[in-house]
Protein backbone atom coordinates (compact mmCIF):
# COMPACT_ATOMS: atom_id res chain seq x y z
CA UNK A 1 0.00 0.00 0.00
CA UNK A 2 1.57 3.63 -0.87
CA UNK A 3 2.72 5.87 2.26
CA UNK A 4 -0.43 8.33 1.09
CA UNK A 5 -2.81 5.63 1.21
CA UNK A 6 -2.26 4.75 5.15
CA UNK A 7 -4.75 7.10 6.82
CA UNK A 8 -5.56 7.31 10.38
CA UNK A 9 -9.64 6.82 9.70
CA UNK A 10 -12.17 7.32 7.29
CA UNK A 11 -15.04 9.15 7.89
CA UNK A 12 -17.66 7.33 6.14
CA UNK A 13 -19.23 10.25 4.40
CA UNK A 14 -16.01 9.89 2.25
CA UNK A 15 -15.90 8.27 -0.70
CA UNK A 16 -13.83 5.27 0.32
CA UNK A 17 -10.63 5.97 -2.36
CA UNK A 18 -7.02 6.20 -1.38
CA UNK A 19 -5.55 9.44 -1.89
CA UNK A 20 -8.74 11.45 -0.55
CA UNK A 21 -7.38 13.96 1.92
CA UNK A 22 -9.88 16.95 1.90
CA UNK A 23 -8.59 20.40 3.16
CA UNK A 24 -10.31 21.20 6.59
CA UNK A 25 -7.72 24.20 7.80
CA UNK A 26 -9.18 27.24 6.07
CA UNK A 27 -6.19 29.52 6.77
CA UNK A 28 -4.17 26.77 4.70
CA UNK A 29 -6.43 27.59 1.68
CA UNK A 30 -6.22 31.12 2.30
CA UNK A 31 -2.45 31.12 2.55
CA UNK A 32 -2.00 28.52 -0.99
CA UNK A 33 -4.83 31.01 -2.53
CA UNK A 34 -2.52 34.33 -1.32
CA UNK A 35 0.64 33.15 -2.58
CA UNK A 36 -0.97 32.44 -6.06
CA UNK A 37 -1.76 35.55 -6.17
CA UNK A 38 -4.96 35.58 -8.13
CA UNK A 39 -7.10 37.55 -9.20
CA UNK A 40 -10.39 39.88 -11.75
CA UNK A 41 -8.87 38.38 -14.85
CA UNK A 42 -6.72 35.18 -14.13
CA UNK A 43 -7.42 32.21 -15.12
CA UNK A 44 -7.01 29.07 -12.65
CA UNK A 45 -7.29 25.57 -12.93
CA UNK A 46 -8.03 23.71 -9.84
CA UNK A 47 -6.87 19.37 -10.40
CA UNK A 48 -8.95 17.18 -7.96
CA UNK A 49 -11.18 20.19 -6.25
CA UNK A 50 -12.97 17.37 -3.48
CA UNK A 51 -15.34 19.39 -1.84
CA UNK A 52 -14.32 23.31 -2.78
CA UNK A 53 -12.21 23.53 0.11
CA UNK A 54 -10.08 25.70 -2.32
CA UNK A 55 -12.74 26.02 -5.10
CA UNK A 56 -15.03 28.88 -2.78
CA UNK A 57 -11.52 31.14 -1.73
CA UNK A 58 -10.02 31.20 -4.97
CA UNK A 59 -13.54 31.92 -6.88
CA UNK A 60 -14.03 34.68 -3.98
CA UNK A 61 -10.68 36.51 -5.69
CA UNK A 62 -12.55 37.16 -9.03
CA UNK A 63 -10.34 34.50 -10.88
CA UNK A 64 -12.20 32.24 -13.17
CA UNK A 65 -11.97 28.79 -11.85
CA UNK A 66 -11.50 25.26 -13.46
CA UNK A 67 -12.66 23.10 -11.24
CA UNK A 68 -11.64 19.41 -12.18
CA UNK A 69 -12.77 16.54 -10.62
CA UNK A 70 -13.13 12.51 -11.07
CA UNK A 71 -14.99 11.11 -8.45
CA UNK A 72 -19.11 11.80 -9.35
CA UNK A 73 -19.84 12.26 -5.74
CA UNK A 74 -18.03 15.18 -5.41
CA UNK A 75 -18.61 16.46 -8.93
CA UNK A 76 -22.13 16.33 -7.86
CA UNK A 77 -21.83 18.88 -4.95
CA UNK A 78 -19.47 21.26 -6.50
CA UNK A 79 -21.98 21.91 -8.74
CA UNK A 80 -24.84 22.33 -6.78
CA UNK A 81 -22.28 24.42 -3.85
CA UNK A 82 -21.05 26.83 -7.34
CA UNK A 83 -23.75 26.62 -9.56
CA UNK A 84 -24.38 30.43 -8.67
CA UNK A 85 -20.74 31.21 -9.16
CA UNK A 86 -20.58 32.03 -12.88
CA UNK A 87 -16.78 32.13 -12.60
CA UNK A 88 -16.46 28.29 -11.25
CA UNK A 89 -16.83 25.63 -14.09
CA UNK A 90 -17.29 22.19 -12.45
CA UNK A 91 -15.31 19.74 -15.26
CA UNK A 92 -15.47 16.17 -14.50
CA UNK A 93 -12.83 14.61 -16.19
CA UNK A 94 -9.36 12.64 -14.76
CA UNK A 95 -6.48 15.62 -14.04
CA UNK A 96 -4.29 13.19 -15.75
CA UNK A 97 -5.68 13.89 -19.43
CA UNK A 98 -8.36 16.86 -19.09
CA UNK A 99 -7.56 19.54 -21.72
CA UNK A 100 -5.22 22.57 -20.68
CA UNK A 101 -6.09 25.99 -21.72
CA UNK A 102 -3.95 27.59 -24.29
CA UNK A 103 -3.74 30.92 -22.72
CA UNK A 104 -1.83 31.87 -19.30
CA UNK A 105 -2.98 29.82 -16.05
CA UNK A 106 -2.02 29.19 -12.54
CA UNK A 107 -2.85 26.16 -10.81
CA UNK A 108 -3.80 25.69 -7.08
CA UNK A 109 -4.61 22.39 -5.72
CA UNK A 110 -4.64 19.58 -2.98
CA UNK A 111 -3.18 17.35 -5.53
CA UNK A 112 -4.29 13.79 -5.05
CA UNK A 113 -0.55 12.41 -3.75
CA UNK A 114 -0.42 9.24 -6.10
CA UNK A 115 -0.65 11.25 -8.86
CA UNK A 116 2.00 13.77 -8.83
CA UNK A 117 4.06 12.94 -10.79
CA UNK A 118 2.18 12.23 -13.54
CA UNK A 119 0.67 16.10 -12.82
CA UNK A 120 3.59 17.72 -12.40
CA UNK A 121 5.42 15.83 -16.03
CA UNK A 122 1.59 17.15 -17.65
CA UNK A 123 2.11 20.89 -16.51
CA UNK A 124 6.03 21.22 -16.86
CA UNK A 125 7.36 18.99 -19.29
CA UNK A 126 6.17 20.15 -22.41
CA UNK A 127 8.07 23.01 -23.74
CA UNK A 128 5.03 25.16 -24.89
CA UNK A 129 3.12 24.71 -21.71
CA UNK A 130 1.36 27.70 -20.67
CA UNK A 131 1.29 27.52 -17.27
CA UNK A 132 2.77 30.54 -14.95
CA UNK A 133 2.52 29.08 -11.44
CA UNK A 134 1.12 26.60 -9.49
CA UNK A 135 0.98 26.45 -5.53
CA UNK A 136 -0.06 22.88 -4.79
CA UNK A 137 -0.30 20.61 -1.25
CA UNK A 138 2.17 17.71 -2.24
CA UNK A 139 3.75 15.15 0.23
CA UNK A 140 6.66 16.71 2.08
CA UNK A 141 9.08 13.71 0.60
CA UNK A 142 8.17 14.49 -3.01
CA UNK A 143 8.34 18.66 -2.29
CA UNK A 144 12.10 17.52 -1.38
CA UNK A 145 12.44 15.68 -3.84
CA UNK A 146 11.53 18.94 -6.70
CA UNK A 147 12.74 21.49 -5.11
CA UNK A 148 16.38 19.08 -4.40
CA UNK A 149 20.06 21.20 -5.84
CA UNK A 150 20.89 17.44 -7.62
CA UNK A 151 17.78 16.50 -8.50
CA UNK A 152 18.15 12.41 -9.03
CA UNK A 153 16.22 12.48 -12.74
CA UNK A 154 16.61 14.47 -15.71
CA UNK A 155 12.97 14.81 -15.79
CA UNK A 156 13.17 17.34 -13.17
CA UNK A 157 16.28 19.11 -13.55
CA UNK A 158 14.39 19.97 -16.47
CA UNK A 159 11.81 21.58 -14.72
CA UNK A 160 13.63 23.13 -12.61
CA UNK A 161 15.73 24.82 -15.76
CA UNK A 162 12.42 26.43 -16.69
CA UNK A 163 10.57 26.54 -13.25
CA UNK A 164 11.28 27.97 -10.09
CA UNK A 165 10.49 25.37 -7.53
CA UNK A 166 10.22 26.26 -3.21
CA UNK A 167 8.51 25.07 -0.59
CA UNK A 168 6.70 27.54 0.97
CA UNK A 169 5.89 25.88 4.28
CA UNK A 170 5.11 22.33 5.98
CA UNK A 171 1.35 21.60 6.70
CA UNK A 172 0.56 18.96 9.07
CA UNK A 173 -1.19 15.55 8.83
CA UNK A 174 -3.86 17.48 11.22
CA UNK A 175 -4.83 19.94 8.19
CA UNK A 176 -6.85 17.46 6.49
CA UNK A 177 -9.64 14.82 6.88
CA UNK A 178 -8.82 12.05 7.12
CA UNK A 179 -5.32 13.12 8.25
CA UNK A 180 -2.53 11.51 5.86
CA UNK A 181 0.06 9.81 7.58
CA UNK A 182 2.79 11.84 6.42
CA UNK A 183 3.43 15.39 6.43
CA UNK A 184 2.21 17.57 3.20
CA UNK A 185 3.87 20.87 1.99
CA UNK A 186 3.01 23.93 -0.04
CA UNK A 187 4.90 23.61 -3.28
CA UNK A 188 5.26 27.03 -4.82
CA UNK A 189 6.46 26.96 -8.85
CA UNK A 190 6.96 30.22 -11.12
CA UNK A 191 8.06 30.16 -14.69
CA UNK A 192 11.32 31.99 -14.84
CA UNK A 193 10.28 34.88 -17.34
CA UNK A 194 13.94 35.62 -17.86
CA UNK A 195 14.51 31.84 -19.75
CA UNK A 196 14.27 31.99 -23.72
CA UNK A 197 13.06 29.00 -25.72
CA UNK A 198 16.96 28.91 -27.00
CA UNK A 199 18.01 29.26 -23.03
CA UNK A 200 15.84 26.15 -22.19
CA UNK A 201 16.74 23.54 -25.39
CA UNK A 202 20.59 24.54 -24.43
CA UNK A 203 19.43 23.73 -20.62
CA UNK A 204 18.45 20.40 -22.03
CA UNK A 205 21.25 19.53 -23.64
CA UNK A 206 23.56 19.89 -20.87
CA UNK A 207 21.37 18.52 -18.68
CA UNK A 208 20.67 14.92 -20.82
CA UNK A 209 24.45 14.68 -21.45
CA UNK A 210 25.04 15.47 -17.53
CA UNK A 211 22.61 12.87 -16.24
CA UNK A 212 24.21 10.78 -19.53
CA UNK A 213 27.48 10.62 -17.75
CA UNK A 214 27.37 11.59 -14.56
CA UNK A 215 31.21 10.46 -13.80
CA UNK A 216 32.06 12.78 -16.67
CA UNK A 217 34.42 15.99 -16.31
CA UNK A 218 32.46 19.22 -16.61
CA UNK A 219 34.79 20.57 -19.35
CA UNK A 220 34.01 17.47 -21.33
CA UNK A 221 30.64 18.15 -21.07
CA UNK A 222 30.59 21.55 -22.56
CA UNK A 223 33.35 20.65 -24.62
CA UNK A 224 31.14 18.94 -27.09
CA UNK A 225 29.38 22.66 -27.10
CA UNK A 226 31.76 25.13 -27.38
CA UNK A 227 35.62 25.46 -28.25
CA UNK A 228 37.66 24.67 -25.71
CA UNK A 229 39.08 28.21 -24.24
CA UNK A 230 35.44 29.73 -23.88
CA UNK A 231 34.34 26.17 -22.38
CA UNK A 232 37.48 26.89 -19.65
CA UNK A 233 36.44 31.07 -19.29
CA UNK A 234 32.69 29.84 -19.01
CA UNK A 235 33.78 27.25 -15.71
CA UNK A 236 35.64 29.99 -14.15
CA UNK A 237 32.74 32.28 -14.74
CA UNK A 238 30.47 30.16 -13.05
CA UNK A 239 33.33 28.51 -10.24
CA UNK A 240 33.40 25.08 -11.78
CA UNK A 241 35.93 22.88 -11.07
CA UNK A 242 36.90 22.02 -14.75
CA UNK A 243 37.88 18.31 -13.69
CA UNK A 244 34.46 18.03 -11.20
CA UNK A 245 32.21 15.33 -12.52
CA UNK A 246 29.21 16.42 -14.39
CA UNK A 247 26.94 15.45 -11.24
CA UNK A 248 28.31 17.42 -8.83
CA UNK A 249 27.23 20.91 -10.54
CA UNK A 250 24.55 21.96 -9.37
CA UNK A 251 20.97 22.48 -11.99
CA UNK A 252 21.20 26.30 -11.28
CA UNK A 253 24.60 26.19 -12.88
CA UNK A 254 23.73 24.51 -15.71
CA UNK A 255 21.14 26.74 -16.12
CA UNK A 256 23.41 30.16 -15.92
CA UNK A 257 25.81 28.02 -18.38
CA UNK A 258 22.81 27.91 -20.84
CA UNK A 259 22.53 31.33 -20.46
CA UNK A 260 25.60 32.29 -21.27
CA UNK A 261 25.87 30.15 -23.94
CA UNK A 262 22.75 31.21 -25.43
CA UNK A 263 24.00 35.18 -25.08
CA UNK A 264 27.15 33.83 -27.51
CA UNK A 265 25.21 32.52 -29.86
CA UNK A 266 22.53 35.79 -29.94
CA UNK A 267 23.15 37.77 -33.26
CA UNK A 268 20.15 40.21 -32.29
CA UNK A 269 19.11 40.43 -28.70
CA UNK A 270 16.06 40.66 -29.87
CA UNK A 271 15.24 37.26 -31.11
CA UNK A 272 16.01 35.48 -28.09
CA UNK A 273 13.30 37.55 -25.90
CA UNK A 274 11.48 34.84 -23.56
C1 LIG B 1 -6.35 15.36 -1.73
S1 LIG B 1 -8.03 15.45 -2.27
C2 LIG B 1 -8.26 17.21 -2.30
C3 LIG B 1 -9.68 17.67 -2.38
C4 LIG B 1 -9.87 19.21 -2.24
N1 LIG B 1 -9.12 19.94 -3.23
C5 LIG B 1 -9.50 19.68 -0.87
O1 LIG B 1 -8.43 20.30 -0.73
O2 LIG B 1 -10.24 19.44 0.07
C6 LIG B 1 -7.82 15.01 -3.97
C7 LIG B 1 -9.06 15.09 -4.82
O3 LIG B 1 -8.73 14.68 -6.13
C8 LIG B 1 -9.72 13.81 -6.65
N2 LIG B 1 -9.04 12.95 -7.62
C9 LIG B 1 -8.32 11.82 -7.41
N3 LIG B 1 -7.79 11.36 -8.54
C10 LIG B 1 -8.17 12.24 -9.51
C11 LIG B 1 -7.93 12.31 -10.91
N4 LIG B 1 -7.18 11.41 -11.55
N5 LIG B 1 -8.48 13.34 -11.59
C12 LIG B 1 -9.23 14.29 -10.97
N6 LIG B 1 -9.49 14.26 -9.65
C13 LIG B 1 -8.97 13.25 -8.92
C14 LIG B 1 -10.26 13.08 -5.46
O4 LIG B 1 -11.59 12.61 -5.70
C15 LIG B 1 -10.20 14.19 -4.40
O5 LIG B 1 -11.38 14.95 -4.42
Not at 168 to 179: I, K, L, M, T, Y
Not at 193 to 209: F, G
Amino acid sequence: MPRHARTKHRPSHRPNHAGIHLLRDPSVSRRMVRSSGSGPGDLVVELGAGTGALTGPLAATGARVIAVERHPRFVALLERRFAAEPGVRVVAADARTVMLPRRSFAVVANIPYAISTALLRRLLDPEETSIARADLLVEWGFAKRMTATHPRDLEVAWWQARFELSISGRVRPGSFDPAPSVDSAHLVIRRRADVSRRTARLARRLLQERYRSPGRPTREVLGAHVPKKRAHRLMTSTGIDPPAPAATVPTATWLALARDLAADHRPNRDRDAP
